[in-house]
C-alpha cells in the first residue's frame, strides 16, 4: 500500500511565525500535492510537483512556498502564518502518466491553528 | 476558473434510506473521480468515470457521469452507519493534470 506520512497532525502556531508541513510518501510517485480543506468550500489546490525540483501552483498559492528537493518529499512552507490560514492540510500522491489512474492517495492530514 | 459544486451540502437520513449527492461543473468535465472522507480521516478513492453517461456500481453504491458531462451524481441505497462521511467529486482536468474538487456533501445516518 501506498503510505503518505504528514509530519504533523496538529500544530498550534503563532501569527507571523514561519511553518513547515512535511509531507513523505514511499512509494516513488512523481506527482505531489498539497490541498487545504475548509467546511463548505471542499479541497482546494495550494501547490503541486511534478517531479523533483519542479512546481507549479495552484489555486490558492498566495502566502504558501514549496520546496521539493527529493522525490518522496514535499513541504508546504508558509513563510510568516496568519489566521486565516487556520485550516487542515492534505498533502497527496500520483504515479505520474498511468493510463486511466491518476489517482490521489492523501496523507492523515495536518490540522494547523494560527494564533 | 473552473468550479465544481456539490449539493447538498449537508444530509441526515435514517439508516435504511437512500442518498444522492449531486456533482455540477461550471465547464465540461474531463474525466471525474469520487472520494469518500470518513470523519477524522483523509479522502479516500473511491471510482473514476470516463464516458458521457458511464454508470458504475460499487454494491450499494450507483455512480453516474452526465450525457453531456457537466454533472455526475452518486446514490447510496439502503444507507448504513458505515456510509457516514463526507464524499467529494473531483474533476481531472486533461489540459492541466490537476484534480479540482467539489466542495462536498457530508452524509450523516441515523441509527
Known amino acids: 500500500d501506498v503510505k503518505v506520512t504528514q509530519s504533523s497532525r496538529y500544530l498550534v502556531k503563532r501569527t507571523g511565525e514561519k511553518v513547515f508541513l512535511e509531507c513523505v510518501q514511499d512509494?516513488?510517485?512523481?506527482?505531489m500535492f498539497w490541498y487545504r480543506q475548509d467546511p463548505g468550500l471542499g479541497l482546494r489546490l495550494i501547490y503541486f510537483?511534478?517531479?523533483?525540483?519542479?512546481?507549479e501552483k495552484g489555486d490558492i498559492p498566495e502566502g504558501y512556498s514549496v520546496s521539493r528537493e527529493k522525490k518522496e518529499r514535499f513541504s508546504l512552507i508558509l513563510e510568516s502564518a496568519s489566521t486565516n490560514q487556520t485550516s487542515m492540510y492534505l498533502c497527496?500522491?500520483?504515479?505520474?502518466?498511468?493510463?486511466?489512474?491518476?489517482?490521489?492517495?492523501f496523507g492523515a492530514g495536518s490540522r494547523l491553528t494560527v494564533l | 476558473g473552473q468550479q465544481v459544486m456539490q449539493i447538498p451540502q449537508y444530509q441526515h437520513v435514517q439508516e435504511g434510506e437512500d442518498f444522492t449527492t449531486y456533482c455540477n461543473s461550471s465547464t465540461t468535465l474531463s474525466n471525474i473521480q469520487w472520494y469518500k472522507q470518513r470523519p477524522g480521516g483523509h479522502p479516500v478513492f473511491l471510482i473514476q468515470l470516463v464516458k458521457s453517461g458511464e454508470v458504475k456500481k460499487q454494491k450499494r453504491l450507483t455512480f453516474q457521469f452526465g450525457e453531456a458531462k457537466k454533472n455526475s451524481s452518486l446514490h447510496i441505497t439502503a444507507t448504513q452507519t458505515t456510509d457516514v462521511g463526507t464524499y467529494f467529486c473531483?474533476?481531472?482536468?486533461?489540459?492541466?493534470?490537476?484534480?479540482?474538487f467539489g466542495t462536498g456533501t457530508r452524509l450523516q445516518v441515523f441509527p
Open positions: 497527496a500522491s500520483r504515479v505520474a502518466g498511468a493510463s486511466g489512474a491518476n489517482v490521489l492517495t
Open positions: 510537483s511534478y517531479d523533483v525540483k519542479m512546481k
Open positions: 512509494m516513488d510517485h512523481e506527482n
Open positions: 473531483a474533476d481531472l482536468s486533461y489540459n492541466t493534470d490537476k484534480l479540482i
